[in-house]
């Protein structure tokens, strides 16, 4: 669906699966990618359940980054790379030369994510961190030691305080990372800009009116307008952090794409830098949400 309004003409969405949406779409069509895909952790993967995710938000205040109780699934990365591994090589194909494209992960999942990249043809260029203020998950063992029969009072009472302090391995998280991976150029860095003004990232552009880190901090409550606080969405970036990326690696007008577009902050904030947008949501109600949030936008 093309957004209907004269303000609206570079904006394209589309409630549609992007493994086939981005079929559609010709080589070297887009200046830039930036994307949130499914995590594959807790039911975050390609059969998305919002109303399952939410029942496990509510019970434990948190969307975790491992399985209930704790069991390592080596498969969860496996399937996320498998997953990625066709888009990967569909973002090669669409992206000019030179473009990069930006896509979050998990910490513990990231080199799955890095790796589909790599092997589709992508060049990695580093590790991006959104840095934020994020909630402790891990999990003391006096529950489990209480329940086990296999120990004395006596012993349960002492194992308990030996543990103290002591958790699961979950440090508190305070950062998502991103791949930074690039389109390889044509010739040199400047022969590729001047064809198509892509491949250099632009310094001036700066969170905190420094050279501009790999290492970026916005606030995850930070927010553009008071109705945004009604959005929900489990896994939704600031608009501010997503229109610093845009700035950093693209020029006014070029074609930004989100292909997992969720509730339509990366449409918002390419709007806000004079880009154009193409977005791909499978969910038919974060679909709607984003429609609505552009719609208001463009008024």
Known sequence: MIIDSAKAQDIQIFNEDCQKGLLKLE???IDFIITDPPYFIDGMDNAWNDKNLKNKASKSNVIGGLPVGMKFDRAQGERLQTFMNPIAKEFLRILKPGGFCVVFSQARLYHRMAMSLD?????IRDMLAWKYEGQAKAFSQSHFIKKDKNLTDERKESLIKELEGY???QLKPQMEPM??????KIGT???NWQKYQLGLLNTRESLNGKFPSNVMEVSKHTRNCESEEKIEHLTRKPVQLI?????????EGHVVLDPFMGSGSHAIAALQNHRKFIGYEIEKKYFEIAKDRIAQYIK
């Open 167 to 169: 958790k699961t391995p």
């Open 27 to 29: 080589d070297n069509a």
């Open 189 to 191: 860095f400047v022969q």
């Open 243 to 251: 229109s610093h990326l845009i700035r950093l690696f693209t020029q």
């Open 179 to 184: 791949v930074l991976a690039q389109k390889p």
């Open 119 to 123: 092997l589709a043809g992508f060049e």
